[in-house]
């Protein structure tokens, strides 16, 4: 089981940015699949990018390409979500999520979650 910790969300205006950080401890994320989820108020948890344990495959929902960028720093054992260009619709709980051997895209292959971090964005 590996342990997840979300950081860097906050309140930014329409067209700024913010990097979120998401910690793990007590695994290595080597060969995890990671990936970035969120939820907006009245609605469901919606896949935003994802990341294959190998790296080797990316992938991000229609709505955020080109604006948001996933990646990971194994040795510091830590994922990212760059959002760049950030819309209010945006606003949401993220949540990291770690599968084992998970290409980093069906929320089924997720099975260790953190516990959020709030970003809004305002107009």
């Known amino acids: 089981q590996v342990q997840l910790v979300e950081s860097g969300g906050g309140l930014v205006q329409a067209g700024g940015s913010l990097r979120l950080s998401c910690a793990a401890s007590?695994?290595?994320?080597?060969?995890?699949?990671m990936g970035w989820f969120r939820q907006a108020p009245g609605k469901e948890r919606e896949f935003v990018a994802g990341?294959?344990?190998?790296?080797?495959?990316?992938y991000y929902v229609d709505s955020v390409k080109g604006r948001f960028t996933i990646s990971r720093d194994n040795s510091k054992n830590t994922v990212f979500l760059q959002m760049d260009s950030l819309k209010p619709e945006d606003t949401a709980v993220y949540y990291c999520?770690?599968?084992?051997?998970?290409?980093?895209?069906?929320?089924?292959?997720?099975?260790?979650w953190g516990q959020g971090t709030q970003v809004t964005v305002s107009s």
């Open positions: 999520a770690a599968g084992l051997g998970a290409q980093g895209r069906a929320l089924a292959d997720f099975d260790s």
């Open positions: 007590g695994r290595s994320i080597s060969r995890y699949g």
């Open positions: 990341m294959s344990w190998s790296g080797s495959s990316i």
